[in-house]
Structures are given as structure tokens and as C-alpha cells.
């Protein structure tokens, strides 16, 4: 898995700049490359989550795009979670 991968000649910050491709091939978007320090006991679930979302769009889709899809799939959820727990306990304007 090269999600995680990293090498020791390799520093966590390393960016390097690129983009999405356009059909004729044109990068269209900025790109950056970023680590992740994941455990071994770590890699499997990642490794599912990433292959059943390419499964789902379609497995022309990047890794990248996968999981692009995943965190915005989490935080549609945390978003949904957090608007019930404010029609639960409403917060109180400050009375002044």
C-alpha cells in the first residue's frame, strides 16, 4: 500500500504541485503529495474502505478521488449528527 508509504529518505513535507486531468491530458487543478503514518493493524481497514469506494465509482476513479469521497461520505454524516444534537439541546442565546 502506498498511502502510508514513506521512505527514510523521504520528508513528511514534501509538496510537490500538479493537477487533475482533463480529457486532452491538461492538469486542470494544484495537486499535493501528503503522508500518513498508518499501522500495520491500520492498513487493511483503509485499504477495504479505498478498494469499496473505487468498487462503487467505478475503478477508473484515483485513490486520491476515493478518498475524497470517503471524508466528504464522514462529514455529510458528523454534519447530519452534530444538526441533532442541536435540535436536541438547542444552545441558549446569553441574556444580557
Given at each position: ?8 529518505g523521504?520528508s513528511?513535507?514534501t509538496?510537490?504541485e500538479?493537477?487533475?486531468?482533463a ?8 495537486w499535493?503529495i ?11 481497514v ?13 475503478t ?8 475524497e469521497?470517503?471524508?466528504a461520505d ?9 444538526n ?12 444580557d
Amino acid at each position: 500500500m502506498h498511502l502510508g508509504a514513506q521512505g527514510k529518505g523521504t520528508s513528511a513535507g514534501t509538496i510537490q504541485e500538479g493537477g487533475r486531468e482533463a480529457p486532452d491530458g491538461e492538469e486542470t487543478e494544484p495537486w499535493e503529495i501528503i503522508y500518513f503514518k498508518l499501522y500495520k493493524s491500520q492498513l487493511r481497514v483503509v485499504e477495504q474502505a479505498l478498494e469499496t469506494v473505487a468498487l462503487m465509482l467505478g475503478t477508473d476513479k484515483s485513490r486520491g478521488y476515493c478518498l475524497e469521497m470517503i471524508c466528504a461520505d464522514f462529514l455529510a454524516g458528523a454534519r447530519l449528527e452534530e444538526n441533532d444534537r442541536e435540535k436536541a439541546c438547542p444552545r441558549k442565546e446569553p441574556v444580557d
